[in-house]
């Protein structure tokens, strides 16, 4: 298993304004990927960050809003840019190896007010 | 494309009865099934997870599900229900045979003392 920490873990921020969730993994994963779990509702998709290349993004997730990066094996980071209220959410990191199971980080939970 | 439906969002169950709680799946390859946790306020914990090989598996705390094909199902029980058991379950199914997961709605399970 991994275990995965993100930062921060809650924060409340501005319309307009963008913030940065860091993920680190400590083991060398193969995947990594990004959720949104809206309030009260289940976990979608947004994207698989990629090793050294483009995350490949959801059908409804862009890369303008959620920019997303993946240095090496253990770490990536999420952007959620000109926020609105509709972007209040818990984001989650999680990392996959070659049995398929995925580990969740804690998430981070976002308020835009 | 791969997804999951889970049946009643807020479960109810009695200490110390059984709990049962309901996936059906839909997948045009052999899927791979797992059922998370979350606690209040943390990530997702893998509770167990269906990759093709014994049909009744085992998980943590108690629980098990029993894959069935005919069915398209992997219900997930636990005999005799404790307190700490109160939290949200989803069932997820792996897409395309990938890591990458799609999760059910989720059940908030209630324990009634």
């Known amino acids: 298993s991994a275990v995965i920490s993100q930062k921060p873990s809650r924060d409340i921020c501005q319309r307009g304004t963008s913030l940065t969730i860091q993920c680190q993994v400590d083991s060398q994963v193969t995947m990594m990927f990004w959720y949104r779990q809206q309030p009260g509702q289940s976990l979608t998709l947004i994207a698989t960050?990629?090793?050294?290349?483009?995350?490949?993004?959801e059908s409804g997730f862009v890369i303008d809003k959620f920019p997303i990066s993946r240095p090496n094996l253990t770490f990536s980071t999420l952007t959620v840019s000109n926020m609105s209220p509709e972007d209040s959410s818990i984001y989650l990191c999680?990392?996959?190896?070659?049995?398929?199971?995925?580990?969740f980080g804690p998430g981070t939970r976002l308020t835009v007010t | 494309a791969q997804s999951v439906t889970q049946l009643g969002s807020h479960v109810s169950v009695s200490e110390g009865a059984l709990v049962l709680l309901r996936c059906n799946y839909s997948?045009?390859?052999?899927?791979?099934l797992f059922w998370y946790v979350q606690y209040p306020n943390q990530g997702l914990q893998l509770l167990l997870k269906?990759?093709?090989?014994?049909?009744l598996v085992k998980g943590i705390n108690g629980f098990e599900a029993e894959f069935k094909k005919s069915e398209t199902s992997f219900h997930l029980t636990k005999p005799s229900a404790h307190m700490s058991d109160a939290a949200e379950y989803f069932c997820?199914?792996?897409?395309?045979?990938?890591?990458?997961?799609?999760f059910g709605k989720g059940n908030q399970v209630v324990v009634i003392p």
């Open positions: 997820a199914v792996s897409v395309e045979g990938n890591n990458r997961l799609a």
């Open positions: 999680s990392a996959a190896g070659v049995t398929y199971e995925q580990y």
């Open positions: 960050a990629n090793q050294g290349s483009e995350a490949t993004y």
């Open positions: 997948s045009s390859v052999p899927p791979y």
């Open positions: 269906y990759t093709s090989a014994a049909t």
